[in-house]
C-alpha cells in the first residue's frame, strides 16, 4: 500500500494540474503574441526572430486532432500547453522528491513536501498564465524541468551505472531542442554544472570558485559562439563558395555541415580508440546539441516556401544569421556603454547584408571568338522578368546566349550605421540608455535626477537599476507568485495598479496606503490575490532547511534560480513603460523557488520531530496542514486564470475584417491589432481577401517583398517599387530639406513620388552617405471618380483630390511605400487604417480629416470630414449602425455578397457573459463603447432619435457595467441619453459614475501625506473626470447635480491644499 502511495502521488498531482489548466484555458487565441504563434504553427510558416521552429512543429501536430475543424486549432494548441505545464509539474515533482530523499527517509512527508512545492507552482500566477494560451513558455519550462530532473537522476546513477553518462547525453540534446522553443531553458546550464562538480570533485574552495566560473562560461560558450557561429561560419562559408569559387547557392553550406560531420565522426572515433571517455563524451553532447539545434532548418525550408507569414525570410545561412540574433529590435548596452544623453562621437560600420542576386552574362561567338559580357546583376524576380525578355540570335558569324551565376550581393553596405559614443560620457553598467523622451522622463523619477543634461552618476545608475529594474521588474513578480497581487492592471510604479500585496494590512497599509477602505470596484478587481506570504515562508523555511542540511543541492539550486532570475533582468537591461508585465520571463525562478516552498514542509517536519512530537500520524497530520497554501492560491487565482468560454480575442479580430470591403488594404501596427487578425485568416480562412499590412513590418523590404505577392484571396498590394528601390539600406528615411518658394509649391502626388524614388544626385542630400530629400511638405492626391461609383455618395460630396500637408521632418520607408500605394491603387482598392494604431496624425500620414469611421477601421474617402466631429472620422449611419447591431442587414455599401457568411455585424465573444476579462480585454472596450457613443451622437443629429436609443441600450447590454467598468467613455453614452430624454437611464448611469468618482477620492485622500503623492495623478484624473460629469449633471439637471457639486468643490479644495 505504501509503494502504491508512492507511485500514485505524482500523478495525482499531475491530474490536478491537467485538470486545472483544461477548465482554465483559453477556447481560441489569445492576445499578444498567441495569434501569430498558432497561425505560423498550424502552416508551419516563419514567425518573429528568434524562431520557435521546434514549438511549431510539436504544435501542428497537436492542431491535427482538430481533424479539420480550423475552429479547434487554437484549442488543441493551447491544450498542448496545458500538457506541457502539466509535465512540467509531474517533473518539479520528482525533483523536489529526489531532493528531499536525501536529507529525510520518511516516504510519505518527501512526497507531501513534493506535492505542497509542485501544487504551489501550479497555481502560482505567472505559470497559470503562461499554462493556458499557445505561447511558447509552457513548452519551455518543460524543457527546464526536464533538463534539471535529468541532471539529479544522472547523479543519483553516476558511480552505480557505467552508463549514466547517457543523462548528459541526453541533457545536450534536450538544450539543443530547447534552442527551438526559447533560449531561457540554456539558464539551466550553471545549475547542471555545479552538480557535476559536486558529484565528480572533493570540495575545495579553489575548486568551487572555478567551477562557478566554468558554469558561466559554458553557458556563454554555447549562448554567444555556439548558437550563433555554427550560423555564421555557415553563412561565411556559403558566401565564400558562392562568390568566390562560383559554385551554386548552398554548396557553402552543404561544404560546411559535411566538414562538421566528418571532423565529428573523426573525433568520435580517435577518442573511442584511445579511450578518451570524458572527450568523447563531450564531443557526443556537443553533436546531440547540434542534432537538436537542427530544428531551425525547417525555418529555412519554409522561408523558401515564401509561405504568407515570413518573418524576415530567412531563406539561407546568411540571412538566418540576422534573425537569430534579433537584430531588428536593436541593441542595448550590457557591461559597458552609454546613457540617454551621452553624445555620438561618431558613426562606425555594421555588418554588410548580403542578398542572393544572379550575375547576368552576355556570351558572343563571332567565328571561333568568343567574348563575356556582364550585363546586369538582378533580384529573382527581375530575372524572371528578364528571361521572359530574352530572344537567342543566331546569324551567320554570331551567336548569342547567356550565362546566369549565383551570387551573393551587398544590398546595405551599413557604412556609417553603428553610433559610437563618447566614451568620456559613457560608463560601467549603463542602466539608463534609452533615447526615448518618455523613457528619459522615467529615468528621471525612478533614479531620483535633478539635470537630465548630466550624465548620470554611478549612485543614480545603480538606483534605477535597483528599484526599476530589480524591485519593479523582478521582486514585484516574485511576490506576485507567493505573497499575493494588488490586481490585475499593469503598474508603472504608482501605488494603486499591479503592486504585489499580502493581504496583511499592516504591512500593506505602510507601502500601498490604507487598505481597510477600498471602495468595491477595485476590492473586487478579480486579479486581486492574497496569500498571506505563506508560500513565501515555506519557501524561506525550506531555503534554510536546505542550507543546513545539504548546502551544495542548495547552492545548485539557487543557481538555477539566480540565472533564471537577476541574471535576465541583468541581461535584458529593461527600460520604462514595457507594453506589457513581464513576469513571464522569470519562471523559471520562481520553479526553483518553488523547490525550497516544498522542503518548508520538510523544515516543519523536521522542527516539530526535533522538539519531542514523535507520533507519526500526528505528524503527518499536522504537516498535511500546508497542503492548504496551494488550495489558498487556487481559491484566490481562480477568477484571473479563468479563460473558458472567452472569445473575445477571435471575434474582435474578425470584427476588424468584417468592417472591411471585399479585397481591401488594411494597415495595422501592434502586436494585438495585427496577430488576432493573422490567425483568424490563417487558421480560420476568415475574409482572406483582406491584405493587412503592418505598418511598423513595412519598414523592412523583406515585408515589402511579401506584400508584392497574392496570398489566399487577397491580391497583392499595388506598390510599383521594384526591389532596388525600398532594399534595406535604401529609402530607409527621407529627409526634409526646405528649398525656399519651392517649398510652398504643392506637389502632385505623382510628381511627389517621382521625385522620391529618382536616383538622379540632385534628389539626395550628402550627410556622410546619401539620402533621398523632399522640398515639400504639400502633396495633393488625385481621386479617380470612375474608381469610386460605388460608394453611393452624392457627386458633390465628392472632392476631386486629396491635400494633406506633412507635419514631420522625414519620412520613413513604410510613409514612402504607402504614398506609393496611394499612387498606383488609384482609389481602385479600398483602404483602411485600423483605429488601434493610433491618434496621431503622424501615425496616419495626416490623411486622418478624411477617414469615415467604420467601427474598428477608419476607411480613406474622398470627402473632407474634419469639420464632423473633433474625433478622427466622419461617420455614415447607415453603414456603421449594422456593424454594431447585430440584428440589423449590411449596408449595401459595404458589398457584402447576399447570403454571405462574412457578415458585416460585429460579435462580442461572450463579452456579457460570466467571462474574465483582463486589462487587454477592457482596453479594447473602450474603443467599441466610443464607437456606440458616436454613433448615438450622429443618428441624433440625423433626428433618428429612436434608433440613437437602441445604440445606447444595446451599447449597455452588450458591456453592462457589472463586466465593463463604467468610465469616462460612458460620459458622451450620457449625454446622448439626456439629449433623447431618456433621463431615467441617464441619471441611473450619472450617479454610479458620481458614486465610482467620489469612493475612489475619497479613499485616495485618506492616503497619509507620505503616501498621497504616489496617486496624486488618479487624484487628478477622477477630478477632471467628475467635473466633466459634473457638468452634465447640471446642465441636465440631475436631481443630486448640487450635491454632486458640492463633493467636487470639496475634493478639489484637498487638492489644491496638496
Not at 695 to 701: E, I, V
Not at 813 to 819: A, G, P, T, Y
Not at 896 to 909: F, L
Amino acid at each position: 500500500m505504501r509503494n502504491f502511495f508512492e507511485k500514485i502521488t505524482p500523478w495525482i498531482v499531475f491530474l490536478t494540474a491537467l485538470i486545472t489548466y483544461s477548465l482554465t484555458m483559453e477556447p481560441t487565441n489569445s492576445w499578444w503574441d498567441c495569434g501569430e504563434y498558432i497561425a505560423t504553427a498550424y502552416k508551419l510558416q516563419v514567425g518573429h526572430p528568434p524562431g520557435a521552429p521546434l514549438f511549431l512543429l510539436v504544435a501542428n501536430l497537436f492542431s491535427q486532432l482538430a481533424f479539420g475543424n480550423v475552429e479547434k486549432v487554437a484549442l488543441m494548441i493551447n491544450f498542448m500547453s496545458v500538457v506541457c505545464s502539466a509535465f512540467t509539474i509531474l517533473f518539479l515533482f520528482w525533483t523536489i522528491k529526489i531532493l528531499s530523499k536525501k536529507i529525510v527517509q520518511n516516504q510519505h512527508i518527501t512526497s507531501l513536501s513534493a506535492a505542497v512545492g509542485s501544487l504551489i507552482y501550479t497555481f502560482s500566477d505567472s505559470f497559470w498564465f503562461s499554462a493556458v494560451e499557445g505561447e511558447v513558455y509552457a513548452m519551455s519550462s518543460l524543457f527546464t524541468a526536464v533538463v534539471f530532473w535529468a541532471i539529479i537522476r544522472w547523479e543519483q546513477e553516476v558511480g552505480k551505472n557505467q552508463k549514466a553518462d547517457k543523462w548528459l547525453i541526453f541533457i545536450a540534446y534536450l538544450i539543443g531542442l530547447s534552442i527551438g522553443v526559447h533560449m531561457l531553458s540554456l539558464l539551466v546550464i550553471p545549475a547542471i554544472t555545479l552538480i557535476y562538480y559536486f558529484k565528480k570533485y572533493d570540495f575545495s574552495i579553489k575548486g568551487f570558485i572555478v567551477a562557478n566560473f566554468a558554469s558561466v562560461v559554458l553557458l556563454g560558450l554555447i549562448y554567444n559562439i555556439i548558437i550563433p557561429q555554427f550560423v555564421n561560419l555557415a553563412g561565411k562559408s556559403e558566401i565564400f563558395f558562392v562568390n568566390n569559387l562560383s559554385f551554386p547557392f548552398n554548396s557553402g553550406t552543404i561544404f560546411f555541415f559535411l566538414t562538421t560531420f566528418i571532423t565529428i565522426i573523426s573525433l568520435l572515433m580517435w577518442t573511442k580508440k584511445n579511450n578518451l571517455q570524458n572527450a568523447n563524451t563531450s564531443i557526443l553532447g556537443f553533436t546531440f546539441l547540434l542534432i537538436g539545434y537542427m530544428s531551425f532548418f525547417t525555418l529555412i525550408i519554409r522561408s523558401n516556401a515564401n509561405t504568407p507569414i515570413d518573418e524576415n525570410s530567412p531563406e539561407d545561412a546568411v540571412s538566418l544569421l540576422s534573425y537569430l540574433n534579433r537584430e531588428q529590435y536593436g541593441y542595448s548596452p550590457l557591461l559597458f556603454g552609454q546613457y540617454f544623453n551621452t553624445e555620438v562621437e561618431n558613426y562606425g560600420d555594421g555588418n554588410p547584408v548580403y542578398v542572393p542576386k544572379y550575375i547576368v552574362q552576355e556570351i558572343k561567338q563571332i567565328d571561333s571568338k568568343v567574348n563575356k559580357k556582364q550585363i546586369g546583376i538582378f533580384y529573382q524576380e527581375e530575372l524572371s522578368n528578364f528571361k521572359d525578355t530574352i530572344v537567342v540570335k543566331d546569324k551567320i558569324k554570331e551567336v548569342v546566349s547567356y550565362e546566369f551565376k549565383d551570387h551573393y550581393a551587398i544590398s546595405d553596405d551599413r557604412k556609417s550605421s553603428v553610433p559610437e559614443y563618447k566614451q568620456n560620457q559613457s560608463g560601467f553598467f549603463p542602466r539608463m540608455w534609452s533615447r526615448d523622451q518618455r523613457h528619459i522622463e522615467a529615468y528621471k523619477d525612478w533614479a531620483k535626477i535633478n539635470n537630465l543634461n548630466k550624465q548620470p552618476n554611478f549612485i543614480q545608475n545603480m538606483r534605477f537599476f535597483f528599484n526599476y529594474q530589480i524591485n519593479h521588474m523582478y521582486i514585484r513578480y516574485f511576490m506576485w507568485n507567493f505573497a499575493g497581487k494588488q490586481n490585475d492592471k499593469q503598474g508603472h510604479g504608482e501605488l494603486n495598479n499591479g503592486n504585489w500585496i499580502s493581504g496583511i494590512n499592516l504591512i500593506d497599509n505602510l507601502r500601498l496606503g490604507p487598505q481597510t477602505n477600498i471602495p468595491d470596484h477595485i476590492k473586487n478587481n478579480a486579479g486581486r490575490n492574497k496569500y498571506y506570504f505563506l508560500p513565501l515562508i515555506l519557501g524561506f523555511l525550506g531555503l534554510v532547511f536546505h542550507i543546513k542540511n545539504n548546502p551544495k543541492d542548495t547552492w545548485s539550486v539557487f543557481l538555477l534560480f539566480i540565472f533564471t532570475g537577476l541574471a535576465i533582468v541583468i541581461e535584458l537591461n529593461q527600460t520604462p513603460f514595457q507594453p506589457r508585465e513581464r513576469d513571464y520571463a522569470y519562471v523559471g525562478s520562481f520553479y526553483a523557488f518553488s523547490i525550497w516552498a516544498g522542503m518548508g514542509v520538510l523544515s516543519i517536519y523536521n522542527t516539530l520531530k526535533e522538539r519531542g512530537l514523535n507520533n507519526k500520524k500526528l505528524l503527518m497530520t499536522i504537516c498535511s496542514i500546508t497542503l492548504f497554501v496551494p488550495l489558498l492560491m487556487a481559491n484566490q487565482g481562480w477568477d484571473d486564470h479563468d479563460r473558458s468560454n472567452r472569445f473575445t480575442a477571435r471575434e474582435f479580430a474578425k470584427n476588424y475584417l468584417k468592417s472591411c470591403e471585399p479585397n481591401a488594404i488594411l494597415f495595422t501596427m501592434g502586436d494585438n491589432d495585427t496577430f488576432p487578425l493573422w490567425y483568424v485568416q490563417e487558421v480560420e480562412g476568415y475574409r482572406t481577401d483582406v491584405r493587412i499590412v503592418n505598418l511598423s513590418l513595412l519598414n523592412t523590404d523583406w515585408y515589402i517583398d511579401q506584400m508584392k505577392r497574392d496570398a489566399y484571396d487577397g491580391k497583392a498590394v499595388p506598390f510599383s517599387l521594384n526591389k532596388n528601390k525600398y532594399k534595406q539600406g535604401t529609402r530607409d528615411v527621407a529627409i526634409y530639406l526646405e528649398k525656399g518658394e519651392a517649398s510652398q509649391k504643392r506637389l502632385e502626388l505623382t510628381d511627389f513620388n517621382k521625385w522620391i524614388k529618382s536616383d538622379r544626385k540632385e534628389t539626395k542630400i550628402d550627410f556622410g552617405k546619401d539620402y533621398d530629400y523632399y522640398y515639400t511638405k504639400k502633396i495633393r492626391i488625385p481621386v479617380n471618380k470612375e474608381n469610386i461609383k460605388h460608394y453611393k455618395f452624392q457627386n458633390d460630396s465628392i472632392l476631386d483630390y486629396l491635400d494633406i500637408e506633412l507635419k514631420t521632418s522625414q519620412l520613413e520607408k513604410k510613409d514612402i511605400m504607402i504614398l506609393d500605394l496611394l499612387e498606383n491603387n488609384d482609389w481602385e482598392r479600398p483602404i483602411y487604417f485600423a483605429i488601434t494604431i493610433g491618434s496621431s496624425g503622424r501615425q496616419f500620414l495626416y490623411l486622418e480629416k478624411y477617414f469615415r469611421l467604420d467601427g474598428m477601421v477608419y476607411k480613406l474617402m474622398p470627402i473632407d470630414y474634419s469639420n464632423s466631429s473633433e474625433e478622427i472620422g466622419g461617420i455614415n449611419t447607415d453603414i456603421l449602425y449594422p456593424i454594431l447591431i447585430d440584428d440589423e442587414p449590411c449596408s449595401e455599401q459595404l458589398r457584402i455578397p447576399k447570403n454571405s457568411t462574412n457578415s458585416c455585424n460585429y460579435a462580442w465573444g461572450n463579452l456579457n457573459s460570466n467571462i474574465y476579462l483582463d486589462e487587454t480585454n477592457i482596453r479594447m472596450t473602450m474603443n467599441f463603447r466610443n464607437n456606440f457613443s458616436r454613433l448615438a451622437q450622429e443618428l441624433i443629429k440625423e433626428n433618428k432619435f429612436k434608433k440613437a436609443e437602441n445604440v445606447l441600450d444595446y451599447c449597455m447590454k452588450t458591456m453592462p457595467p457589472n463586466k465593463v467598468p463604467l468610465n469616462y467613455f460612458i460620459h458622451p453614452i450620457i449625454e446622448s441619453y439626456y439629449q433623447l430624454n431618456a433621463n431615467e437611464k441617464a441619471n441611473n448611469l450619472t450617479s454610479k459614475l458620481a458614486n465610482k468618482y467620489t469612493s475612489e477620492l475619497e479613499y485616495y485622500f485618506s492616503f497619509p501625506t507620505r503616501k498621497i503623492n504616489g496617486v496624486q495623478l488618479e487624484i487628478l484624473k477622477n477630478l477632471q473626470f467628475f467635473n466633466q460629469l459634473v457638468e452634465i449633471a447640471q446642465k441636465n439637471k440631475h436631481e443630486d447635480n448640487n450635491l454632486m457639486q458640492q463633493d467636487f468643490e470639496k475634493y478639489y479644495r484637498k487638492f489644491l491644499v496638496l
